[in-house]
Nanobody
Framework: QVQLVESGGGLAQAGGSLRLSCAIS????????VAWFRQAPGKRREFVAA????????DYADSVKGRFTISRDNAGNSVYLQMYSLKPDDTAIYYC???????????????WGQGTQVTVSS
């Protein structure tokens, strides 16, 4: 069993920045990539960004490309999401999740964190 724990959410003003962290309890062969998803009230969960832990390949949703950066620490035990130029539309609960694949499809992620709230005021 892999546990993922998010932290770093909070309130920011439009144009501001926040950094989210995702701590991974253990590395197994099933943890190949880690991604961030988000879900706003009344909306479906959507992919934000993903990183491959072995080589740090990254993938971003068009809506955050150029504003968000996903990265991992050298040991691959934590994944970060640095968010710049925040917009009110970025307001959501942000979840990190792990997958044995390099994918954007939420159904292909085996383990999920509990989520952290990000609120951006205009």
């Amino acid at each position: 069993q892999v546990q993922l724990v998010e932290s770093g959410g909070g309130l920011a003003q439009a144009g501001g920045s926040l950094r989210l962290s995702c701590a991974i309890s253990r590395r197994t062969s099933s943890v190949y990539s880690v991604a961030w998803f988000r879900q706003a009230p009344g909306k479906r969960r959507e992919f934000v960004a993903a990183v491959v832990l072995s080589d740090e390949s990254t993938d971003y949703a068009d809506s955050v490309k150029g504003r968000f950066t996903i990265s991992r620490d050298n040991a691959g035990n934590s994944v970060y999401l640095q968010m710049y130029s925040l917009k009110p539309d970025d307001t959501a609960i942000y979840y990190c999740a792990s997958s044995p694949l390099y994918t954007r499809v939420s159904g292909q992620f085996d383990f999920w964190g509990q989520g952290t709230q990000v609120t951006v005021s205009s």
